[in-house]
Each structure stands twice: as C-alpha cells, then as structure tokens.
C-alpha cells in the first residue's frame, strides 16, 4: 500500500505540473532551436491551432502514462510507464514554447482530457499489462497519424514548427514499437477505428478551444 500511495502522489503532482506549471522545462533542446519560420499572420492562426492539438495530446499522453503506472501489474511495466512519461515531457514543453512564440494558449478543454485519459490508462493497467501495453502502441499509432496529417499542412517555410513535428514522431513511433515488443496487445482493426473517431473528436475541440 505505501508503493501505491507513493505513486498516486507522484500521479497528483505530475497532474499539477501538467496542467498548471506555465512552462515546463525540457531535458533536451527543443528541435526547432536555429531554425527559421516565415509565415503569414493566416498561417499563424492555423499553426497555432495544430501545435495546440498536439500540445493537448502530449497532455493526455502525460495523464495516460501516470494511470497505467499507478496501477501497472508488475515493477517493469511500471517503470517503462515513468520512463516513457519523462520522456513525453519533450513534447509537452516543445508544443508549449511553440504557443507561447505563436503568443496564443493551450486548450482549456485539458483537464478533461488529462482526467478521461488517466482513468483509461488506470483502467486499462488494472486489467492487465498486455492490455495496457497495447493500449499504449495503439495511442501513440493514433498520434503518428495525426502527426504525419499534421506536417502535410505545415509549410516549407516554417521549418521551427516541422522540425518538433518531425521529432515528436520518431519518438511516438518508437515508444509505439517498445510498447508492443514488451509484449503488448495489437489490438485489431474495430478498436483501432473507434479509437481514431474519438482521436478526431478530441482534435476537432483542441484545435478551436
């Protein structure tokens, strides 16, 4: 019981730091450093709304890990769980320091988000590893896509916002392929759909709100 409490503070802080830290430093330099971005005052607006899309995914990337680290069956599934939270926080401060440069604001629909997605990844922990594992491979497949439509609207000429992008990928793509050789559920084609129109939805509200 104390190794559960233990953790459900950490969950709770790392809840507070998510959410209410204005900034949150990064380990690494974020990639858009020495980059240039030129665009235009329309292409602003609609970068901004994408970089918050994917800021309010890294949010829920940050809720689904501490969940399924709370509850996770075994001492190495838990682990790999903080690990990969440490790492996503890259993500979060790169897609934050990107608003900030865009001087707008990440989605105020977060702490839903960040709630509904650590009650899923507790839930999907307590059942099993393997289930919580592939729940991981099958969300970070989701966010690659998003990340790859995402670049194709993107231009040339905002190399800054391209090469965090293209970053965040590589590093969605890898936890995915870990997740699953760590033995982790390929969930089937239905999950994996229903779960790209709930991604669709969540997208639509981030962009705007």
Partial sequence: MPDFFDSLIISIDSARKTLLVPSIDSPRPTPAQGKSSELTSEQIKHIAGLMRVNHAGEVCAQALYQGQALTAQSATVKQAMIDAAEEEVDHLAWCQQRLNEFDSHPSLLNPL??????????????????????????????????????????????????????????????????????????????????????AKLMTKTAYRI
Wanted: glycine letters at 4%; proline letters at 3%.
């Fill in 113 to 198: 988000f960040y709630a509904l997605s650590f009650t899923l990844g507790a839930a999907a922990s307590a059942i099993s590893d393997k289930l919580s594992l592939g729940f991981v491979a099958a969300t970070e497949e989701q966010v690659c896509k998003h990340l790859r439509e995402h670049l194709t609207q993107i231009p040339e000429t905002d190399k800054k916002t391209r090469a965090i992008l293209e970053e965040m990928e590589a590093d969605e793509a890898k936890h995915a392929t870990n997740a699953l050789e760590s033995g982790g559920i390929d969930f089937p084609a239905p999950i994996k759909q229903t779960m790209s129109l709930i």
